[in-house]
C-alpha cells in the first residue's frame, strides 16, 4: 500500500519565478491538505482540497494556488517566488471526515 | 485562538530513561490532539491521536500520551528511550470544526547513549 508520494524531492528556484509541487495521496483518501515548513519551525497549513475544490485556505498570500484532480492528486503552484519561500512543502492526505492525516516526505524548495 | 505550546525547545535522555515531552493546548473545548515525529530529511509521522475515545492514547514504538482536561495538557512519554527515538516531535491540534493541524514548534529529542 503506496503511502503519500510526493514530486520533486529538491527544487532550486530564482526569485520571481514559479514552481509547482506535486502529491499523491495515500491509496483510498480523498483529501489531501498542503503545509509549508520553514527551517526550524512547526508546519503551518496553507489550504485543503477536497472534491476538487479549496475546502479551507491559511494565512498565505494568493501568489500561493492549488488544484485537485479527479484522481485526488494535487498540485501546489507558487508565483512571484519570494526568499522566504525555501521551505520544506508537505503534502498530507486522509478521508473526508477523518482528522488524523499521513504525510509525504515533502518537497525542499530553496529560492536563490 | 487554538494553539499548541511545547515546553522545551529541547530534551536530552540517556538511552534507557523515561521520555517525557511536553504539550499543552488552549481550548475550552477539548479538540483533537496528535503527536507526530519528524526524522531528519524526512516527513512526518503519526505517532498517536486523542479522539475522545480514552484519555490515555498507545502509539506505535512504545509510546503514550495521557490527555488531561483539567491541565489542559497532552503529554508524550515512553518508559525506556532507545537511540532511535532521536528525532523532533511535534504535537499538534485540530479545533472543533476545522479540517486543519496546527502544530506546535517542536521539541528535538536528543538520546545519550
Known amino acids: 500500500d503506496a503511502g503519500v508520494t510526493q514530486s520533486p524531492t529538491h527544487l532550486i528556484k530564482t526569485r520571481g519565478q514559479q514552481v509547482t509541487l506535486r502529491c499523491s495521496p495515500k491509496?483510498?483518501?480523498?483529501?489531501v491538505s498542503w503545509y509549508q515548513q520553514a527551517l526550524g519551525q512547526g508546519p503551518q497549513f496553507i489550504f485543503q482540497?477536497?472534491?476538487?475544490?479549496?475546502?479551507q485556505r491559511g494565512n498565505f498570500p494568493d501568489r500561493f494556488s492549488g488544484h485537485q484532480f479527479p484522481n485526488y492528486s494535487s498540485e501546489l503552484n507558487v508565483n512571484a517566488l519570494l526568499l522566504g519561500d525555501s521551505a520544506l512543502y508537505l503534502c498530507?492526505?486522509?478521508?473526508?471526515?477523518?482528522?488524523?492525516?499521513?504525510f509525504g516526505p515533502g518537497t525542499r524548495l530553496t529560492v536563490t | 485562538a487554538q494553539s499548541v505550546t511545547q515546553l522545551g525547545s529541547h530534551v536530552s535522555v540517556s538511552e534507557g530513561a523515561l521520555v517525557l515531552l511536553r504539550c499543552n493546548y488552549s481550548?475550552?473545548?477539548?479538540?483533537?490532539l496528535f503527536w507526530y515525529v519528524q526524522y531528519p530529511n524526512q516527513g512526518l509521522q503519526l505517532l498517536l491521536k486523542?479522539?475522545?475515545?480514552?484519555?490515555l492514547v498507545k502509539g506505535i514504538n512504545g509510546f503514550e500520551a495521557e490527555f488531561k482536561k483539567s491541565e489542559t495538557s497532552f503529554h508524550l512519554t515512553k518508559p525506556s528511550a532507545h537511540m532511535s527515538d532521536a528525532a523532533e516531535y511535534f504535537c499538534?491540534?485540530?479545533?472543533?470544526?476545522?479540517?486543519?493541524?496546527?502544530f506546535g514548534t517542536g521539541t528535538r529529542l536528543t538520546v545519550i547513549p
Open positions: 481550548s475550552s473545548v477539548p479538540p483533537y
Open positions: 491509496s483510498g483518501h480523498d483529501t
Open positions: 482540497y477536497y472534491e476538487e475544490e479549496e475546502r
Open positions: 486523542y479522539t475522545s475515545a480514552a484519555t
Open positions: 498530507a492526505s486522509t478521508w473526508v471526515g477523518r482528522h488524523e492525516q499521513y
Open positions: 499538534a491540534v485540530i479545533p472543533t470544526g476545522a479540517n486543519n493541524l496546527f
